[in-house]
């Protein structure tokens, strides 16, 4: 069964740091998001993405995140100058027109020292 | 802006026992509203969607209902098993965000 993968699967990065996390959302879907997770909170909104612009945006996606689509296979979350307050574990997902039931990568872990 | 409010945070139950898992939200404009598991350390599974325009869903053992009216969802589990025991989250859906509740955390003792 087709999924969404997200690696790296753990990351450990120091303050001020830029970050890369990769996802590759499932082959036919057409809009992606990334959610953020911080330990013993709410699964938080960050970005969706559709046909290679972002569709809304959450007041915690600042100047500091930004989001791209490189291939055709690759959708990526950056975080410029990475803050402690950025440890938190973050999800990729993605769905196809049609549907609204989003599937979920397994998540990395960003951890900020 | 929407609040999700998932009561208790966590629920410990005997195996085969039938429960259900309460959600409620604060504004009633939602597309669709979405049940999820989490294991540790792991991702989220879908479970099951339902539709603003429905009442409730169903999957196996599991049955969701949706009263938008009220602002609630439940989640109802029949004949729990020790492989049930996981986080559960509810999810309200508008436009292409997801608002999450902080989850109830269920075990199913053998």
């Known amino acids: 069964e087709p999924e969404v993968t997200q690696t790296p699967s753990h990351q450990v990065t120091q303050m001020g740091q830029e970050v890369i996390l990769r996802c590759v959302p499932i082959s036919n879907h057409l809009y992606f998001y990334w959610y953020r997770q911080i330990l013993g909170q709410k699964v938080e909104f960050l970005v969706s993405f559709y046909n290679n612009e972002i569709s809304e945006k959450s007041e915690i996606f600042d100047d500091q995140f930004s989001v791209e689509r490189p291939d055709g296979s690759n959708f990526t979350l950056k975080i410029r100058s990475t803050k402690l307050e950025d440890s938190a574990m973050y999800f990729c997902?993605?769905?196809?027109?049609?549907?609204?039931?989003?599937?979920f990568g397994p998540g990395t872990r960003l951890t900020v020292l | 802006k929407q609040e999700v409010t998932q009561i208790p945070a966590a629920l410990s139950v005997p195996e085969g026992e039938n429960l259900v898992l309460n959600c409620s939200f604060t504004d009633s404009a939602i597309y669709n509203l979405q049940w999820f598991r989490q294991d540790p350390g792991k991702g989220l599974t879908s479970l099951l969607l339902i539709q603003s325009s429905q009442r409730e869903q169903t999957s196996g053992r599991l049955n969701a209902s949706l009263d938008k009216s009220s602002g609630r969802s439940t989640l109802y589990i029949a004949a729990s098993q020790p492989g049930d025991s996981a986080t559960y989250l509810c999810?309200?859906?508008?436009?292409?965000?997801?608002?999450f509740g902080k989850g109830i955390t269920l075990s199913v003792r053998p």
């Open positions: 999810a309200t859906g508008a436009n292409s965000k997801l608002t």
């Open positions: 997902a993605s769905n196809w027109e049609g549907t609204d039931t989003q599937y």
